[in-house]
């Protein structure tokens, strides 16, 4: 890999990425289109018409989240991140928690998405081969090694792929949620008391939007590992992330607003797995 390397801030480095490559990064790690799929059903069953104010309610300590990590970054430029962030400042054991927390994670990830991503694959050609879990467990885990690969070949080339993903991705999501919002026989018409406290009740609770939430608003944060691989780590890094947290925060409010609008809560929370496809088919 071509690339500059600096002492600067204590240690060497290797500048590869922009900041550009670390908001790219930054919205890539939050998985726009699968955390739509996934997660926002779930959103809409337990906030309702609400969810648009758990999402912008749980924004808020999540950018104060993103700077914290961003001034981190500034005061010491290290690719361990909380890992090392937590151990120099805490404890040893407390930052061999968080550092294996963020890999616990993961790997639950994977075993969640492998087959999904595998099934979404196979339904491109044949909606039969897509209900054959086995087969879609394989095709499942031949992305993910795939991507392996991806990450194996350098921060440069994987950002550069992860550009293209992540382009389609909000290029698709926005214009359903543009089209959804701009159709004149929709199910519930836009308010902006959706922002507000006035639709939470005994079954719509903040306490269990904002659960989801928090997983909603997760992946942003890998940009913290690469400030040793970013172009001014001292800030850009960072700054990546924080930008891509609100370009995702923003794409995924507008999704959520749109599935008000032209399914309703109700709808939204019988979809059964389609709920993007639904929400497709219907703008």
């Known amino acids: 890999m071509n690339s500059r390397r600096s002492d600067r801030g204590g240690g060497l480095r290797t500048e590869s990425l922009s900041t550009f490559d670390s908001v790219v990064m930054a919205v890539a790690g939050c998985g726009p289109a699968y955390t739509v799929v996934a997660l926002v059903p779930a959103l809409v069953a337990a906030a309702g018409f609400a969810s648009p104010?758990?999402?912008?309610?749980?924004?808020?300590?999540?950018?104060?989240?993103?700077?914290?990590?961003?001034?981190?970054?500034?005061?010491?430029?290290?690719?361990?991140?909380?890992?090392?962030?937590?151990?120099?400042?805490?404890?040893?054991?407390?930052?061999?928690?968080?550092?294996?927390?963020?890999?616990?994670?993961?790997?639950?990830?994977?075993?969640?998405?492998?087959?999904?991503?595998?099934?979404?694959?196979?339904?491109?050609?044949d909606e039969d081969l897509a209900g054959n879990d086995a087969l879609a467990t394989v095709v499942g885990l031949g992305w993910f090694l795939l991507i392996a690969a991806l990450v194996a070949s350098g921060a440069k080339i994987a950002s550069?792929?992860?550009?293209?993903?992540?382009?389609?991705?909000?290029?698709?999501?926005?214009?359903?949620?543009?089209?959804?919002?701009?159709?004149?026989?929709?199910?519930?018409?836009?308010?902006?008391?959706?922002?507000?406290?006035?639709?939470?009740?005994?079954?719509?609770?903040?306490?269990?939007?904002?659960?989801?939430?928090?997983?909603?608003?997760?992946?942003?944060?890998?940009?913290a590992n690469l400030s040793e691989e970013t172009r001014g780590g001292r800030g850009g890094s960072g700054l990546g992330g924080l930008i891509g947290l609100l370009v995702f925060a923003s794409t995924l409010l507008t999704l959520?607003?749109?599935?008000?609008?032209?399914?309703?809560?109700?709808?939204?929370?019988?979809?059964?797995?389609?709920?993007?496809?639904?929400?497709?088919?219907?703008?």
């Open 53 to 125: 104010a758990v999402l912008l309610f749980c924004a808020f300590p999540i950018v104060g989240i993103a700077l914290a990590l961003r001034h981190l970054g500034r005061l010491d430029v290290s690719s361990g991140a909380t890992y090392s962030w937590v151990s120099r400042t805490l404890h040893p054991f407390l930052g061999f928690l968080s550092g294996w927390a963020v890999v616990v994670a993961t790997i639950l990830f994977i075993f969640a998405s492998t087959t999904p991503a595998g099934s979404a694959t196979l339904s491109l050609f």
């Open 160 to 223: 550069r792929v992860r550009t293209v993903a992540v382009g389609i991705q909000l290029a698709l999501l926005l214009t359903v949620a543009v089209a959804a919002l701009t159709r004149e026989d929709a199910t519930s018409a836009f308010s902006f008391s959706w922002f507000g406290l006035g639709h939470f009740d005994a079954t719509h609770t903040f306490t269990a939007g904002a659960l989801i939430a928090s997983a909603l608003y997760w992946g942003w944060d890998v940009t």
């Open 256 to 283: 959520t607003v749109a599935a008000n609008v032209l399914l309703g809560p109700d709808a939204v929370t019988s979809t059964d797995g389609t709920f993007l496809l639904q929400l497709g088919e219907a703008a």
